[in-house]
């Protein structure tokens, strides 16, 4: 005779059935939520669909100080970084960036708020511009990409004479990037003995003498 307490058949295909459907999702979701970089055919990289839901790192409020570069709409500028989660997490652990790294810069206009309950003000407007820096140790060994998007949803890698690359190579706190600027990171950094021999000698060089 069948135990009292003994799942009958048709219940236990069931609750077998529903585990496997919540189970499945979960997984899908998982393998969704992993970004790397994606190339076309003809090695332009493509812009991460989604990167505004990455980890947002800091933003900036730039102002031009050279006058070729004061022209209408440009001479005013948010600039928004992004990193894709799975680095995040890795930085977190590490004080430094893993492969296949993705720092997004979003660039905004900025206007006035008008009138406000804060009486003045400068807010964000529409993205003027989209640049991505990628380690991608298959596609540059030792070196991070710069690529510019000018509106476009793939771009080609900036060349290596580039501006970018120097200036980073000589002052990005950690592995050429800006970290100094990322003010949940910096601490990590420092408790990881991270920075850069170029950031530290410029570290030393600006900070105050004691009298």
Not at 46 to 57: A, I, S, T
Not at 117 to 145: F, Y
Request: charged share 20%.
């Amino acid at each position: 005779m069948d135990s009292m307490f003994t799942t009958p058949k048709p219940i236990l295909l069931s609750l077998l059935a529903l585990s496997l459907v919540g189970i499945s999702p979960a997984k899908k979701a998982n393998v969704k939520s992993r970004e790397s970089p994606e190339y076309t055919a003809d090695g332009q990289i493509r812009l991460p669909e989604h990167y505004r839901e990455w980890v947002w790192l800091s933003s900036d409020f730039l102002t031009a100080f050279d006058p070729a570069n004061m022209q209408a709409g440009e001479h005013r500028l948010f600039n928004n970084f992004f990193v894709n989660p799975e680095a995040y997490k890795a930085f977190l652990q590490t004080g430094t960036w893993p492969d296949k790294t993705m720092l997004v810069v979003e660039q905004r206009a900025a206007e006035d708020m008008g009138p406000s309950p804060n009486h003045k003000g400068i807010c964000q407007s529409s993205v003027i511009g989209i640049d991505l820096h990628v380690k991608d140790e298959a596609r540059v060994p030792g070196k991070w990409a710069f690529f510019d998007f000018k509106g476009n949803p793939t771009a080609s890698m900036m060349p290596l004479t580039a501006r970018c690359y120097s200036r980073h190579d000589a002052r990005g706190a950690v592995d050429t990037t800006s970290v100094q600027f990322y003010p949940t990171l910096l601490p990590i950094a420092k408790n990881k003995a991270t920075f850069s021999p170029a950031y530290l000698r410029e570290s030393e060089s600006v900070a105050p003498t004691t009298k």
